[in-house]
């Protein structure tokens, strides 16, 4: 099955720097990789996906980077909020597949005022 | 709101016993996703239907079943509860299988003693 290693497991930044979270997944067949929020005591909220037909994808102030041949992944959070700080959770899936997606370990993000 | 309604919210019960937790999808979802998550720990997938079939499976130990019945509600059942059981229960739904969104519950904390 697919393994999906996170890092760091947590993460402190200043308000209004970037943060960037990475994973690598194992299987090669994996195509869509999505990125959850979880706020403290909150659901995981789907923020950004990408599938990998594309290298990079944004949205406002985050970022996703895709490296197939590496099979790697980053989450890029710039000009970061207090309203930031939660943990984030990688994944992996076969798009239509018959593995449902396969999450990170989670970085506890934690943007200091 | 999501619109994934689980039930119960909180759970205390003791070590040996049997509860079911159960899950809402949102109108029309047809795909049904168990995770557990422990103490500062990931989503781990348990289970996943797709319109009433059982569509793949994770860790989910033997002592754990599901079930997703004609309406698409779906039940997880947890027996012989230990100690280790204890955890924050998601269920999730998505229209289609394994791709898109995933629309989580709030959780059904369960706590054994």
């Known amino acids: 099955g697919e393994n999906v290693e996170q890092h760091p497991s947590t993460l402190s930044v200043q308000e209004g720097d970037s943060a960037v979270i990475k994973c690598t997944y194992s299987?090669?067949?994996?195509?869509?990789f999505p990125w959850y929020k979880q706020e403290l005591g909150k659901r995981p909220q789907l923020i950004i996906d990408?599938?990998?037909?594309?290298g990079e994808k944004k949205d406002q102030r985050i970022a996703v980077t895709l490296n197939k041949t590496a099979k790697h992944f980053s989450l890029h959070i710039t000009e970061t909020q207090p309203e930031d700080s939660a943990v984030y959770f990688c994944?992996?899936?076969?798009?239509?597949?018959?593995?449902?997606?396969?999450f990170g370990s989670g970085t506890r993000l934690q943007v200091q005022p | 709101d999501s619109g994934v309604t689980q039930t119960p919210k909180h759970l205390i019960t003791a070590t040996g016993q049997r509860v079911t937790l159960r899950c809402s999808p949102r109108?029309?979802?047809?795909?049904v996703y168990w995770y557990q998550q422990s103490l500062d720990q990931g989503l781990q997938f348990l289970i996943q239907?797709?319109?009433?079939?059982?569509?793949a499976k994770g860790n989910i130990l033997e002592r754990f079943s599901a079930q997703q019945f004609p309406d698409l509600h779906s039940e997880l059942n947890l027996s012989s509860l230990e100690l280790g059981d204890s955890a924050l229960y998601f269920c999730?739904?998505?229209?289609?299988?394994?791709?898109?969104?995933?629309?989580f519950g709030e959780g059904s904390r369960l706590t054994v003693l």
């Open positions: 999730a739904s998505s229209v289609h299988l394994n791709t898109g969104e995933l629309f």
């Open positions: 299987d090669s067949a994996s195509n869509y």
């Open positions: 990408i599938r990998s037909n594309v």
């Open positions: 994944a992996a899936s076969i798009d239509m597949g018959r593995r449902a997606l396969t």
């Open positions: 109108s029309g979802d047809l795909s």
């Open positions: 239907y797709y319109n009433g079939e059982e569509r």
